[in-house]
C-alpha cells in the first residue's frame, strides 16, 4: 500500500495569512491530484499536475509537483474565509488493473475573518 | 464536464435493514467506479473497485457480504450496505474515471442508522 502523508491535519489561520500544505510520499506518483471538499459534498478537483518540478497556479492557489514526482504542495496566498474545507492531496499510477487513487490523510482550513 | 450523480444524498434506516446508493454517469461510460467511506474530518477511505460486468475488487478488511456492489451498466453502480448497524453510519462517496483520464466525484449520501 502506497502512502501519502499530508501534513499539516489541522491549520486555522487569519484571513490575510499565507500557508503551505505539503504531501510526501515514498512511492512515485504518474500523477498527483489536489481536492477541496466542505462538509457534506464530493471532493471537488482543483488541479491536476503531471511533469515532475511542474508548477500550476490557479489564482492565489500555487501547486508544485516534486522533481521525483514522490512531493508536492499547494501554497494560498492571502487567504480568505471561503478557502476553509479539507484538502486533500492523491496520487495515481498507472498501469496494472487497478487504476486507483491513494488519498492523503487531508488538510482541515480553517480561515477566521 | 463529466458529472456523477449520487443518490440519495442522505438516508436514515433503522438498524438490521439494508440500504441502497446508486452513482450514475450523466454523459459519459464509466467502466470503472470507486467507492469511498469517509468519517467526520477525515480522508476518504477506499473500499472498493466496482467494474463493469464483473466483480467488484474489495480493499482489505472491507467485507464483500456486507457491502454489495453492482455494476451492471456502464452508467451505473450501487452499493447496497446489507444488515446496517449503527457503526455503518458514514458519509460514502463514489467516484468515476473520466474518458480521457482523471476522476470525478459524487456528492456523497450521509447513511445514519439508528
Known amino acids: 500500500t502506497q502512502l501519502l502523508e499530508q501534513s499539516p491535519q489541522f491549520l486555522s489561520i487569519q484571513e490575510g495569512e499565507n500557508l503551505t500544505v505539503y504531501c510526501n510520499s515514498s512511492s512515485v506518483f504518474s500523477s498527483l491530484q489536489w481536492y477541496r471538499q466542505e462538509p457534506g459534498e464530493g471532493p471537488v478537483l482543483l488541479v491536476t499536475v503531471v511533469t515532475g518540478g511542474e508548477v500550476k497556479k490557479l489564482k492565489r492557489l500555487t501547486f508544485q509537483f516534486g522533481d521525483a514526482r514522490k512531493d508536492s504542495s499547494l501554497h494560498i496566498t492571502a487567504a480568505q474565509p471561503g478557502d476553509t474545507g479539507l484538502y486533500l492531496c492523491?496520487?495515481?499510477?498507472?498501469?496494472?488493473?487497478?487504476?486507483?487513487?491513494?488519498f492523503g490523510k487531508g488538510t482541515l482550513l480553517t480561515v477566521n475573518p | 464536464g463529466a458529472v456523477v450523480s449520487q443518490h440519495p444524498s442522505r438516508v436514515i434506516c433503522k438498524s438490521g435493514t439494508s440500504v441502497k446508493i446508486e452513482c450514475r454517469s450523466l454523459?459519459?461510460?464509466?467502466?470503472?467506479m470507486f467507492w469511498y467511506r469517509q468519517f467526520p474530518k477525515q480522508s476518504l477511505m477506499l473500499m472498493a473497485t466496482?467494474?463493469?460486468?464483473?466483480?467488484?475488487?474489495?480493499e482489505q478488511g472491507v467485507e464483500k457480504d456486507k457491502f454489495l456492489i453492482n455494476h451492471a451498466s456502464l452508467t451505473l453502480s450501487t452499493l447496497t450496505v446489507t444488515s446496517a448497524h449503527p457503526e455503518d453510519s458514514s458519509f460514502y462517496i463514489c467516484s468515476a474515471e473520466v474518458p480521457g483520464g482523471g476522476y470525478t466525484f459524487g456528492s456523497g449520501t450521509r447513511l445514519t442508522v439508528v
Open positions: 466496482s467494474n463493469e460486468g464483473s466483480k467488484a475488487t474489495y
Open positions: 492523491a496520487g495515481a499510477r498507472s498501469g496494472g488493473s487497478n487504476y486507483k487513487l491513494t
Open positions: 454523459d459519459f461510460q464509466a467502466t470503472t
